[in-house]
């Protein structure tokens, strides 16, 4: 069992950055595989990046690569979104996600894939 804790959402006018954490508990966070999904108000919930035990392998969806990075620190059980170059439509509820054990990461682009989740940070960007 692990509990993932969400932090650094907020609002941020377009251009801006932001930088997501999530809080792991549980001692076998290094096992983990985890993600960061988005939910804007109406639409499903979608992949947004994720990233491999060792933080060498990480994946992205097309919307947000080059202006987003997922990054570790499994000494911290903690994982990152840095989002850089918002834009309005970046606009959503943020979640982490966590699966036990090893998967390739380009498979880790559906909710079902994961074990557990976090309750969610607002992340709104104003035009």
């Known amino acids: 069992q692990v509990q993932l804790v969400e932090s650094g959402g907020g609002l941020v006018q377009a251009g801006g950055s932001l930088r997501l954490s999530c809080a792991a508990s549980?001692?076998?966070?290094?096992?983990?595989?985890m993600g960061w999904f988005r939910q804007a108000a109406g639409k499903e919930r979608e992949f947004v990046a994720a990233?491999?035990?060792?933080?060498?392998?990480?994946y992205y969806a097309d919307s947000v690569k080059g202006r987003f990075t997922i990054s570790r620190d499994n000494a911290k059980n903690t994982v990152y979104l840095q989002m850089d170059s918002l834009k309005p439509e970046d606009t959503a509820v943020y979640y982490c996600a966590a699966k036990r054990g090893w998967a390739p990461v380009v498979v880790l682009t559906t909710t079902s894939r994961y074990d557990y989740w976090g309750q969610g940070t607002q992340v709104t960007v104003s035009s």
């Open positions: 549980g001692r076998t966070f290094s096992s983990y595989t």
């Open positions: 990233i491999g035990w060792s933080a060498g392998t990480t």
